[in-house]
């Protein structure tokens, strides 16, 4: 049985956390498709029905200006509301990455305004993956936010591991916490809690939680709030709200996806500690890679084609990465400046996978958020069916084409050292 009209609509600020809520929901047995962007009105993607108990809004706005990020996820609502959608989530990273002049905050307050809402949590705890709150800190592992790496962020450095204050300086209206002593005491006292933060005019509360069975108790306290807002983890509890009112059936298909055969590639332009590690691990087998350098890319070196050369010379996955230290990074930003920098890789990459799908390449594993979204449109993907789990955070994909491509599209943040090589092997055919 396929539910005709979504129940769920979500809006993610990047392409890897679209996929990382995308897997949540379909773990918890709601079929799911990934929208690459809005679909333009007027054609056929803009004007179908979707047939998927959830539809996830991929957006490339976590880093864009704060108005052009409100633009774009009033634009996803409006379409969302078309479809059918009974209550709605807007995604961010679980490292709440943003500055003091958004996006996170006037992305919320403009979704709240559009719904006719005065209320909702902010939660981006997802413990599987070491984040968790308390008292409104944030913690990654055993270390606070601005102590685990994410202080140097190169677009989004978070200094404060206090979301309250962090949420405060971006926000207009009235910013609160939903303590953890509350939320332990189980959804009918977190709903109280959630009365009185509104009676007292909180706009906007940030949501301890610690362990997946808190996110479950916010999923069934918040069930009749029309916005949601968190990291993945949030959206943990809100299928069974579905399941209870008799609008969403158990499902055991809700993951399958067909298989894709074909060459792979790895794409990777994040520099998070994590990608860092699987770069390394990758090199250390011997694995062909072949490092992309954005100082030879600003000076107009053939290095994409370069890396199609060396793809073209093995019969076996290659990495091809940008991904490197801190210090690295910092001193090709110095260079050549943040933005461009970071744009000159993303469309490096972008280019060379575009090259590859035209040569045959199936199976595509990208690493980074912003990476992921720079290749996906450079691939024309404009939907995607949400398969298996790979890692926490990171589930297989399918585009939904004649000819489909499989793709992992990871955070930087995300997955073990050896994860380049089990996606390859998730997505299918011969490595």
């Known amino acids: 049985m396929m539910t005709h009209t979504p129940l769920l609509g979500c809006i993610a600020d990047d392409f890897t956390g679209a996929t990382d809520l995308a897997n949540t929901l379909v773990r918890n047995g709601m079929r799911t ?17 979707v047939e998927a108990d959830a539809i996830v809004v991929a957006l490339k706005s976590r880093t864009i ?35 003091d002049a958004g996006n996170i905050g006037p992305v919320a307050e403009a979704l709240l ?47 404060d591991a206090n979301l309250v204050r962090v949420l405060r300086r971006q926000s207009l209206g009235k910013v609160g916490l939903l303590r953890y002593d509350t939320v332990a005491r189980g959804a009918g006292e977190t709903r109280a809690r959630i009365g009185a933060l509104r009676g007292e005019g909180v706009r906007l509360a940030i949501a301890d939680a610690v362990s997946d069975a808190d996110l479950f108790t916010l999923g069934e306290a918040c069930a009749d709030l029309p916005l949601i807002t968190g990291g993945s983890g949030i959206a943990l509890g809100l299928p069974e709200n579905f399941r209870r009112a008799g609008l969403l059936p158990q499902r055991s298909d809700a993951a399958e996806v067909p298989a894709v055969n074909g060459h792979g590639v790895v794409l990777a332009g994040s520099a998070s500690r994590a990608t860092n590690g699987q770069v390394a691990h990758w090199i250390a087998q011997k694995r062909p890679a072949l490092r ?7 000076r107009g070196e053939a290095v994409v084609d370069e890396a199609l050369a060396f793809a073209a010379d093995h019969d076996q996955p290659v990495l091809l990465y940008a991904t490197a230290t801190p210090d690295q990074v910092k001193a090709v930003q110095t260079e050549l400046g943040v933005a461009r920098a970071g744009h000159l890789v993303e469309q490096a990459l972008a280019g060379i996978a575009a090259a590859l799908k035209a040569r045959g390449t199936r199976r595509f594993v990208v690493a980074g958020g912003e ?21 926490p955070g ?16 990871k955070s930087g943040n995300f997955g073990g050292e050896d994860f380049f090589d089990v996606a390859l092997r998730q997505l299918g055919g011969a490595q």
């Not at 498709?33 to 029905?49: D, E, L």
């Not at 992309?292 to 600003?298: S, V, W, Y």
């Not at 691939?379 to 890692?391: C, F, H, M, N």
């Open 394 to 409: 990171v589930p297989a994909t399918v585009t939904l084409d004649d000819a489909p491509l499989a793709l992992a599209l």
């Open 33 to 49: 498709v990934q929208t690459i962007g809005v679909p333009p009105s007027g054609t056929a993607s803009g004007t179908a029905k």
């Open 65 to 99: 200006p704060a108005a052009e990020a409100v633009a774009q996820s009033l634009a996803a609502l409006q379409w969302l509301r078309t479809q059918g959608c009974r209550q709605f989530v807007f995604k961010y990273c679980s490292t709440f990455d943003s500055t």
């Open 113 to 159: 305004d559009a719904l006719g809402s005065d209320f909702t949590i902010a939660c981006p705890a997802f413990p599987e993956n070491g984040r968790t709150l308390f008292r409104g800190y944030l913690f990654v592992a055993d270390a606070l936010l601005n102590e685990s790496g994410m202080e140097h962020h190169p677009l989004t450095p978070m200094t």
């Open 292 to 298: 992309i350098d954005p100082l030879r890319l600003a």
């Open 371 to 391: 990476t992921s979204g720079a290749v996906v449109q450079a691939l024309g993907v404009q939907a995607l069916r949400i398969g298996t789990q790979i890692a």
